[in-house]
């Protein structure tokens, strides 16, 4: 049935393109048309009205597949209504996807490292093996000390991370639009997690 529906669509998107041809239309304006039927289509009522006052140039930026989703939604919206502002918003809203997902991975970087030096810190406080031999050599309090010391350097390095992440989120949302922003988080995250989901608790030996 899936492939019957397929075939029907190709079938009509062709005599569509061949339809355009005749009269004189390019084959790239064909699909130009054919996106923003597709971009039309999936849109509400009121969507739809906003849309269609919209200049031709803007719904084919709107209508591209690679039109980034939380755009598409401010001209449904009637929040973007230039093919300028358009173009604008997109070149700066992928510059700042590129950075955040830089960041995000700092952000995933440092935990790690935050996470496996505090894991040292606890091996020690906890006892075991090795606590128990640096404890018979009397080097237990220096190594502990020096693992506290390079935990809390790995913490204030995780900490710095996520304020890059959340600076660059606030830049994202300065461009969107609060309202678009919000909208935004909820058609797909920004190529990650919520930044949340990356704060460790902070062990009392750290935080304290």
């Known amino acids: 049935m899936q492939n019957l529906h397929k075939q029907n669509n190709q079938h009509g998107e062709c005599t569509f393109i061949s339809w355009c041809a005749s009269v004189g239309l390019s084959r790239r304006t064909a699909y130009n048309l054919l996106q923003v039927n597709a971009l039309l289509s999936g849109a509400t009522p009121e969507?739809?009205?906003?849309?269609e006052a919209a200049s031709p140039s803007l719904l084919y930026a709107a209508a591209k597949p690679s039109a980034p989703a939380e755009l598409v939604q401010a001209v449904k919206d009637g929040?973007?209504?230039?093919?300028?502002?358009?173009?604008e918003l997109e070149a700066q809203l992928k510059d700042l996807q590129?950075?955040?997902?830089?960041?995000e991975q700092r952000v995933m970087?440092?935990?790690?490292?935050?996470?496996?030096e505090q894991e040292d810190v606890d091996k020690l406080e906890k006892g075991g093996l090795r606590s128990l031999l640096l404890s018979i050599t009397g080097d237990k309090e220096a190594r502990l000390s020096?693992?506290?010391?390079?935990?809390?350097?790995?913490?204030?390095?995780?900490?710095?991370?996520?304020?890059?992440?959340?600076?660059?989120?606030?830049?994202?949302?300065?461009?969107?639009?609060?309202?678009v922003f919000s909208d935004a988080r909820n058609l797909r995250s920004f190529s990650t997690p919520i930044i949340s989901k990356h704060r460790p608790a902070i062990p009392p030996s750290i935080g304290a």
Do not use: N
Request: proline share 0%; glycine share 4%; no cysteine.
């Open 98 to 103: 590129e950075q955040r997902a830089e960041r």
């Open 47 to 51: 969507e739809q009205a906003t849309l």
């Open 79 to 87: 929040d973007i209504t230039t093919h300028k502002q358009f173009k």
């Open 109 to 116: 970087d440092t935990s790690r490292v935050f996470w496996e």
């Open 146 to 179: 020096q693992e506290r010391r390079e935990a809390l350097a790995a913490k204030l390095q995780y900490d710095q991370a996520r304020r890059d992440l959340e600076d660059i989120d606030g830049r994202i949302r300065a461009v969107l639009g609060e309202k």
